[in-house]
């Protein structure tokens, strides 16, 4: 399995979720790696990023609620998710940043993991 993203569900708004992904040496072994999202109807967004030695950045709108960690012996990737809100509700991946370099190595998006936030 090259990119396999899990842990995504229905919750309330103000609930938390943690997402994983696992993803495959080759792909891991790039500096940075990140979580996405797809919500309907718009285009995917980069929303966190973590290098291999644990640098993070995140995107405005979800700074200061979600928080990206790695666990490099894993090839593993989480996103924790707190104080979720409505506008969270997307298919979420993981891959490497930016992701042309996993899609020149051959590596698709995988199917994501869906999260439904309800209000």
């Known amino acids: 399995v090259q990119l396999q993203a899990s842990g995504g569900g229905l919750v309330q708004a103000g609930g938390s979720l943690r997402l994983s992904c696992a993803a495959s040496g080759r792909i891991f072994s790039i500096n940075a790696m990140g979580w996405y999202r797809q919500a309907p109807g718009k285009q995917r967004e980069l929303v966190a990023t973590?290098?291999?030695?644990?640098?993070?950045a995140y995107a405005d709108s979800v700074k200061g609620r979600f928080t990206i960690s790695r666990d490099n012996a894993k090839n593993t990737v989480y996103l924790q998710m707190n104080s979720l809100k409505p506008e969270d509700t997307a298919v979420y991946y993981c891959n490497a940043v930016p992701f042309t370099i996993a899609t020149r190595l051959g590596v698709d998006w995988g199917q994501g993991t869906l999260v439904t936030v309800s209000s």
């Open positions: 973590i290098t291999s030695g644990g640098s993070t």
